[in-house]
C-alpha cells in the first residue's frame, strides 16, 4: 500500500503547478523496448462467419495467445498497465463497434494487482457490412492492434491483421472462428438481474447486490472487479458476505477523492459449486449511492402531486367501484340532509381513507425496514388476509340484497345522519374502500410510490396520504360544495332496487377473491374458504328468518348465526396453510416461461430480447392488461416472429427475487412491464425500457418493432 501510495504522489507532483493540483493517477507503468525474437504474444483476427452477407452484422474476433508468465490486460488494467487497442482500416461504407471484453482476471504483480488475461483470450468487435457491398470478390478486412504485455517487465507490441472473406448473399455458414468466438461471447459480462447499492467512507467501499434465493454453500468466490480505476484499492482483500439478502462486498477505498466515487460500475464474477464443477457467471453492475433510487429525480411535491393524480385514477378503476357504488348510493341519501352533516359524513370519509392509509403505509415501512421484501398490495399476499376481505365483501353484498341488516339505514352504515353512528358508518366505508384499492395500481402511482419507499419515514408518509387524498376527493369535494351536489338525483324508491343491484358486483369480487385463493392456496384452501362463505350465508338467513319469531328463537337463530359465523372464520387459517396452485397461466396468448434472475441473466446473455410481466392474481389492473393486450394473437405473432422470450414474474405471493427486481426499477408493486431488448448488433447490451402501466396491444407491438428491437 505505501508503494502505492509513493508511486501516486509521484505522478501527482509531476503534474501539479503552483496554482492547480492533479487527481491521482494510477502508477506509471514502465515500457521496455521489445527485446530480440518471438513476440510475447501472437495474435490473430477470427471470424464467427465463414462469408460476408450484404448489410449484415457478424462478430470478429482479436485472439491473443499470450507467452506463459506473461499477461495482458482488461479495460481497466488495474493498478497499472494499459488495455490492448485495435485501429481498423475497412473498406468505405463498413462499420466497427468497440472492443468486448470478456471476463477478466485479477493478476498480483508484487503489491499492486491488474486486471487481464493471461494463456489465452479473444476480444470482440461487432463489424457491419454495408447493403450494397459488391458479390462475389472477397473483402480483406485490416486493422492495427496494440498491446502492452507484461511479466516483470512490461513490452509494448503492434502487428497489422487482416481477415479476407468472400461476399456472398444469404445466411453465412460457420467461420473457423465461430466456436472459439461463441465460447468468448458466453464469457462476456451480461447485465446483473439484481440491483446494487454503494455505501462509502473515507477508509471502504461497501457494495451491496440485492440476489435473494442465493445458496451460500453453492458459492465458492465472489470478485468484483471495478470499471475504472481509483474508487477501490485493487490489491486489498474483498471481504465477502452472502444471506438470504444477497451479496455485501466490502474493499478498501482507492486514491480518487471521495465525492469522485459516488457511483460505482464494475463487473461482478460469481463462481457456483455444481456437480460438474465450478462455473462463473459475470455480470456487469451500477452500484448506486444509498439514498439515491431510480425514481428520486423527483421532488417531494413532485411524487405527492403524482400520488394525488394516481389517487383520484383509483376511483375509476374495477376493484373501487363496488365500494364506491355504496358510497355514491349513501350521498345520495344524504340529499335531505343538511348541510353540516354532509360534511361531516365527507370528513369521516376522509379521515378513514387517510387513517387506513397511514396504517398500511406505516406497517410496509416498519416490514420493509425489518429485511422485508415488500411493496404495495403487500397484505394481499397473504391468502389469510384475501380470504378475510372476500368475506367482508360478501357479507356487505348480503346485506345490500336484505338478508342481513347492520343498523337501520341503507347499507347499514349509519342509523341516522346525525348520529354519530353513521359518521363511523362513513368512515368504515373509507377504509374499506382503501383496503379495496390496494389490489389496483392506477396510472403515476408506480413512480410515487417507488420513490416514497427510498425516502425517510415523514416523506414517505407523505406520499402515501396524497394517495390517499386523491381517492377520497371526489366524495370529499361533493360534500363540501353544496351546487354540485344538486347534480345527484332525488332519493326515492329506486334506492332500493339500485341498492340489491349493486350486491352483484360485490359478489363479482368475491368470487375473484375466491380465484385469487386458488391460486394462493390451491383447491382445498378455496374449499375451504367456499364452505365459510356458505356458513355466512346461513347465519345471515338465519338472522333474516329470526327477526320476526319468537324472543326464544331468535335467541337460537342468533346462537347458531354466531356460531356459524366463528366457524367461518376458524376455517381461514385452515385454508390459508394449503399448498399454492401450479397453475401456469391461462388459456391463449403468447407462451411464457416463469421468471427467476437466473433465468432472465440466461437469456440477457444470449443476447435473445426479453419481455418480463410483473404481476399477481390480486392486481386487477393486471388482470385487466393480460386480457386486453398480453393475451392477444397479434401480440403473440410479434413475440413469436422477433424471438421475443416472454417471461412471467407472478407476485401473488411474497417474492424476495420479485421484490428485489421490482425494486432496482424503482417500483414497490405491480403491474411493471419491462422489454429487455436483443443484444445482437450491439456491442453493449442496451438498458431495459419500461411500458406504461395501463397497456393496448399496439403500446406493446410499437415496443417490439419499432423502439426497441
Given amino acids: 500500500m505505501a508503494l502505492r501510495l509513493l508511486a501516486a504522489a509521484l505522478v501527482v507532483g509531476m503534474l501539479t503547478g503552483s496554482v492547480l493540483a492533479a487527481e491521482p493517477a494510477r502508477a506509471p507503468t514502465v515500457k521496455t523496448p521489445a527485446p530480440p525474437g518471438p513476440p510475447k504474444v501472437t495474435v490473430t483476427l477470427l471470424s464467427e462467419a465463414a462469408s460476408i452477407e450484404p448489410g449484415a452484422s457478424f462478430w470478429v474476433g482479436l485472439r491473443q495467445r499470450i507467452a506463459p508468465g506473461w499477461h495482458t490486460y482488461w479495460t481497466n488494467p488495474g493498478d497499472s498497465g494499459e488495455p490492448p487497442t485495435i485501429d481498423w482500416t475497412l473498406p468505405t461504407g463498413w462499420e466497427a463497434g468497440p472492443l468486448v471484453f470478456p471476463q477478466p482476471e485479477r493478476i498480483p504483480v508484487g503489491p499492486l494487482m491488474s486486471y487481464g488475461y493471461t494463456d489465452e483470450v479473444v476480444l470482440l468487435t461487432r463489424l457491419t457490412a454495408p447493403a450494397g457491398v459488391p458479390t462475389g470478390a472477397p473483402v480483406t478486412l485490416r486493422g492495427h492492434a496494440a498491446w502492452l504485455v507484461c511479466e516483470k517487465i512490461c513490452i509494448p507490441e503492434e502487428a497489422e491483421v487482416a481477415l479476407t472473406l468472400p461476399v456472398i448473399p444469404g445466411k453465412a455458414a460457420p467461420g473457423a472462428g465461430a466456436s472459439a468466438i ?4 458466453r464469457a462476456v459480462p451480461g447485465p446483473s438481474p439484481w440491483p446494487a447499492a454503494l455505501r462509502a467512507t473515507p477508509e471502504t467501499v461497501t457494495v451491496s447486490v440485492a440476489a435473494p434465493g442465493l445458496e451460500p454453500d453453492r458459492i ?7 470499471g475504472r480505476w481509483g474508487v477501490i484499492d485493487h490489491a486489498a482483500v474483498q471481504e465477502v458476505s452472502i444471506d438470504r439478502d444477497g451479496i455485501t462486498l ?7 477523492p471521495e465525492g469522485a466515487g459516488s457511483d460505482l460500475d464494475g463487473v461482478l464474477v460469481i463462481r457456483e459449486k455444481l456437480d460438474q464443477g465450478f462455473v462463473s457467471q459475470a455480470f456487469t453492475i451500477k452500484a448506486t449511492a444509498a439514498g439515491r433510487a431510480s425514481g428520486s429525480s423527483l421532488s417531494l411535491l413532485a411524487a405527492m402531486g403524482l400520488a394525488l393524480a394516481g389517487g383520484l385514477i383509483l376511483n375509476l378503476m374495477p376493484c373501487v367501484l363496488p365500494v364506491l357504488s355504496i358510497k355514491a348510493l349513501e350521498l345520495v341519501g344524504h340529499a335531505e340532509a343538511s348541510p353540516g352533516a354532509v360534511r361531516r359524513h365527507g370528513l369521516a370519509y376522509t379521515a378513514g381513507i387517510l387513517v387506513c392509509f397511514a396504517a398500511l403505509a406505516g406497517a410496509l415501512l416498519a416490514l420493509r425496514a425489518g429485511g422485508a421484501q415488500i411493496g404495495w398490495g403487500f397484505q394481499l399476499q397473504s391468502p389469510l388476509v384475501v380470504m378475510a376481505l372476500a368475506y367482508v365483501l360478501f357479507t356487505l353484498g348480503l346485506s345490500l340484497s336484505g338478508f342481513l341488516v347492520i343498523g337501520g339505514r341503507l347499507t347499514g352504515l349509519g342509523q341516522g345522519l346525525a348520529a354519530w353512528p353513521g359518521y363511523a358508518g362513513s368512515f368504515f366505508t373509507g377504509a374499506l374502500a382503501t383496503v379495496a384499492a390496494t389490489p389496483c395500481t392506477a396510472p403515476f402511482m408506480g413512480a410515487a410510490v417507488g420513490y416514497a419507499l427510498t425516502q425517510p419515514p415523514v416523506a414517505a408518509l407523505a406520499v402515501f396520504e396524497a394517495l390517499g387524498l386523491g381517492l377520497a376527493l371526489p366524495f370529499l369535494v361533493l360534500s363540501l360544495v353544496p351546487a354540485w351536489r344538486g347534480l345527484l338525483p332525488r332519493p326515492g324508491p329506486w334506492m332500493a332496487r339500485l341498492s340489491q343491484a349493486l350486491a352483484f358486483p360485490l359478489y363479482a369480487s368475491v368470487a375473484w377473491l375466491v380465484w385469487v385463493v386458488s391460486r394462493q392456496a390451491g383447491p382445498d384452501g378455496v374449499a375451504l374458504v367456499l364452505v365459510g362463505l356458505l356458513l355466512i350465508a346461513f347465519g345471515a338467513w338465519l338472522h333474516h328468518v329470526a327477526r320476526r319469531a319468537a324472543p326464544r328463537w331468535r335467541r337460537v337463530a342468533t346462537g347458531l348465526a354466531l356460531v356459524s359465523a366463528a366457524t367461518a372464520i376458524a376455517l381461514a387459517p385452515l385454508a390459508a396453510a394449503g399448498p399454492p396452485s401450479t397453475a401456469t397461466g391461462g388459456p ?3 407462451a ?6 437466473s433465468r432472465l441473466a440466461e437469456l440477457r446473455a444470449q443476447g435473445r430480447p426479453v419481455f418480463v410481466n410483473f404481476t399477481a392474481a390480486w392486481c386487477i389492473t393486471c388482470l385487466v392488461n393480460e386480457r386486453v393486450a398480453l393475451r392477444s394473437p397479434a401480440v403473440a405473432e410479434t413475440f413469436a416472429r422477433q424471438g421475443v422470450v416472454y417471461l412471467k414474474a407472478d407476485w ?14 424503482g417500483r414497490s408493486g405491480v403491474p411493471l ?4 431488448p436483443s443484444r445482437a448488433g450491439r456491442t453493449v447490451a442496451p438498458e431495459p425500457r419500461v411500458l406504461p402501466q395501463i397497456l393496448s396491444e399496439g403500446t406493446i407491438i410499437d415496443a417490439i418493432e419499432k423502439e426497441i428491437l
Fill in 250 to 256: 466490502r474493499a478498501a477505498r482507492g486514491l480518487l
Fill in 592 to 597: 411464457w416461461e416463469p421468471f427467476s434472475p
Fill in 673 to 676: 412491464y419491462v422489454v429487455y
Fill in 652 to 665: 401473488t405471493s411474497r417474492s424476495a427475487e420479485i421484490a428485489s427486481v421490482l425494486g432496482s426499477f
Fill in 220 to 226: 465458492g468466490e465472489v470478485l468484483f472487479f471495478a
Fill in 182 to 185: 461463441e465460447r468468448t461471447r
Fill in 588 to 590: 391463449g396468448g403468447a
